[in-house]
């Protein structure tokens, strides 16, 4: 199927004016989403918390993380966003996705909406 990327904006909860926008990348093995710190910084994000990471070499690495409003493919989300380093490419984790009612297709589309949302 190959990467798949979306247009995601980002807003400060406080202050919804304030904007990050990226092309990120669809990452279903990724829980939270992740931006370069410094943008999250320049809109006023502060982080939150701090929590253990499995990357995708099996190391372990505690990041930062804070809470954003998500907008991707006409949809609202809020969620928790990692603070990452420099340079990293953007991350639409998998919570962002299922929270929309969207799944990661390989077979048909790369991108696919349920029906509705499960709650159970």
């Known amino acids: 199927m190959g990467a798949v990327h979306v247009t995601v904006e980002l807003k400060n909860l406080a202050s919804p004016e304030r904007v990050y926008e990226a092309l990120f990348l669809v990452d279903t093995g990724a ?3 992740m931006a370069p710190a410094s943008e999250l910084a320049r809109i006023g994000v502060a982080p939150r918390g701090k929590m253990a990471y499995e990357l995708a070499d099996g190391s372990t690495r505690e ?6 409003q998500i907008e991707f493919l006409g949809n609202l989300a809020w969620g928790r966003v990692i603070f990452g380093p420099e340079g990293t490419e953007p991350i639409l984790g998998v919570t962002a996705l299922e929270s929309v009612g969207i799944v990661v297709d390989p ?6 909406r349920l029906p509705a949302v499960p709650l159970k």
């Open 107 to 112: 077979a048909n589309r790369p991108l696919r």
């Open 63 to 68: 990041y930062e993380f804070g809470g954003v």
């Open 31 to 33: 829980t939270d989403s």
